[in-house]
């Protein structure tokens, strides 16, 4: 029987994203992500793996030839994603509360 591993991070402030590591959301949440981690001409998908059903969104960078400051993933409970580059990501809410992911890999 597999022992299955969680990790806590509050929400608001930044928590290291290891790569190779699938986070399952334990309720909707709405994770922030560096633009920066998707390089220009780098197909999104090649580094970061949602379902298919799950809302990704970019927040438009101010800065010239940088397409998109941030990245925005909204996942409902259950739904999982896994970078393929470690990472600092903030998961965002109205009010500040600890966010449990359980982990695989």
């Given at each position: 029987m597999?022992?299955?591993?969680?990790?806590?991070?509050?929400?608001?402030?930044?928590?290291?994203?290891?790569?190779?590591?699938?986070?399952?959301?334990?309720?909707?949440?709405?994770?922030?992500?560096?633009?920066?981690?998707?390089?220009?001409?780098?197909?999104?998908?090649?580094?970061?793996?949602?379902?298919?059903?799950?809302e990704?969104?970019?927040?438009?960078?101010?800065?010239?030839?940088?397409p998109?400051?941030?990245?925005?993933?909204?996942?409902?409970?259950?739904?999982?994603?896994?970078?393929?580059?470690?990472?600092?990501?903030?998961?965002?809410?109205?009010?500040?509360?600890?966010?449990?992911?359980?982990?695989?890999?």
């Amino acid at each position: 029987m597999t022992q299955s591993r969680t990790i806590q991070v509050e929400s608001n402030k930044a928590f290291a994203w290891l790569k190779g590591l699938r986070l399952v959301a334990s309720e909707q949440v709405t994770i922030l992500l560096p633009g920066a981690l998707v390089p220009p001409g780098v197909q999104i998908g090649s580094v970061i793996d949602v379902p298919d059903d799950a809302e990704i969104g970019f927040r438009e960078s101010e800065n010239p030839g940088e397409p998109f400051s941030h990245i925005v993933l909204k996942l409902e409970k259950g739904q999982t994603a896994r970078v393929a580059r470690s990472t600092q990501a903030i998961v965002l809410t109205e009010s500040v509360k600890t966010i449990t992911f359980a982990v695989e890999g």
